[in-house]
């Protein structure tokens, strides 16, 4: 059971071992296609979409774990340069066959800085001016050190002064500069087109938030952290990071039960919460992680409820941690509402055959498919 991950390190190349991928048997379009990308911490995500009559069609997409890359296990979150995430960036591509150089970037929450902020003005034309002054006081270090972009808020619960005309709110937006310029470094060293980035916030909500949900909470699994979003209305209001991802179950879990790191990582996946016949102490130490970021999750969302009056309906889990076995009924008994796993994949077209394995690996995908379907719409 636990041989693939003892021989990744022998076989750091062999692809059916360290990427999770699929096309259609080199069907990929040469024509058409755009890429959403994924830069995560622990591994790479690529999907590339084309548009068919109005929709969007599903051509290829494919993981690919870092952690070789950077000589740690699979599912630890590594910090590579650029030119080491550009190799994995030309690897992926090349193994899930994405044919088109069309792509566009999820930037990392990390890397970025988000705030709704409200401002004294009504007339939109005053925003160039005002908001960059303004976001001297929200961004937390020299804001010639980042690029801001920012739009107005619809006020449509009537929260704020703009139904009188009196405030405007505004969503401000801000990116460090060397993040910016170390993943165009990247998309240009694998000699593909970045058409643009975007926070990784933004393609979460447009790839896993449907029209009709009300107030949700976004909650992305990562490997090192979780980021929380609560998004009203397709926007976002409110971020938080938790410094605990899904990493730090399989450390607990590799010292608990004296594994290696790539036999707890393996464990998990394999195991998860899952109780019958199990050893007690997978799930206690899996639980010891998970129970930390359930409890500050909901700490945040109640903290947001008494501030704005207003009631979360749902909370949508995205990330490669959402796909521990077991997690949304552990989560359902902390938020104590509708606790759904993302379906990113529901927002474009595929063949029938792919259903089961689409909606698993649903959740990882959240962010490369937000950012593809942006880049559809764009071209
Ligand atoms: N089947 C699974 N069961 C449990 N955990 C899993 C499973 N598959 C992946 N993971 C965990 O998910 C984590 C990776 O999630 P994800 O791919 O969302 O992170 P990332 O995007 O690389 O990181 P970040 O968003 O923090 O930069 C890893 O720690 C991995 O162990
Ligand atoms: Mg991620």
Known sequence: ?????????????????????????????????????????????????????????????????????????????????????????????????????????????SASFLAVITLPVADEAQLASMVPIEARKYVPVPINEVTIDWFVIPDTR????????????????????????????????????????????????????????????LLDLGAAT????????????????ITAGSQDMTLALSQALQLSVADAEELKRQVGLSEAGNDPRIKQSLNFTLERILAESRRVVGAYEIATKVKVSK???????????????????????????????????????LEDTLKEAGPSFAVAIGVALRRLNEE
């Open 1 to 109: 059971m636990l041989e693939w991950t003892l021989s990744v390190y022998v076989m750091l190349f062999d692809f059916s071992k360290l990427a999770k991928i699929f096309n259609f048997g080199g069907l990929t379009s040469d024509e058409g296609g755009v890429v959403g990308v994924d830069i995560g911490s622990s591994s790479i995500k690529v999907v590339q979409l084309k548009r068919v009559g109005g929709g969007a069609v599903l051509e290829t997409y494919g993981e690919l774990q870092l952690g070789p890359y950077a000589n740690v296990e699979i599912g630890r979150a590594t910090n590579l340069d650029p030119a080491r995430l550009s190799e994995a960036l030309v690897d992926i591509v090349r193994e899930a066959s994405v044919s088109s150089k069309k792509i566009a970037l999820g930037i990392s929450y």
């Open 158 to 217: 009537g929260e704020t002064g703009a139904a009188k005309g009196t405030t405007l709110r505004i969503l401000l937006a801000a990116i460090h500069n060397e993040a910016l310029g170390k993943y165009r470094t990247v998309a240009k060293n694998a000699a593909l087109s970045a058409g643009f980035t975007e926070i990784e916030v933004f393609s979460t909500i447009r790839s896993s938030v449907l029209e009709e949900d009300g107030i949700v909470v």
């Open 226 to 241: 979780t980021k929380l979003y609560v998004v009203d209305g397709g926007i976002v209001q409110r971020t938080h990071s």
């Open 315 to 353: 909370v949508i889990l995205t990330g490669g941690g959402a796909l521990l076995k077991g997690l949304l009924a552990t989560a359902k008994t902390y938020f104590e509402r509708d606790v759904v796993l993302a379906d990113p994949f529901s927002k474009v077209e595929y063949p029938a055959f």
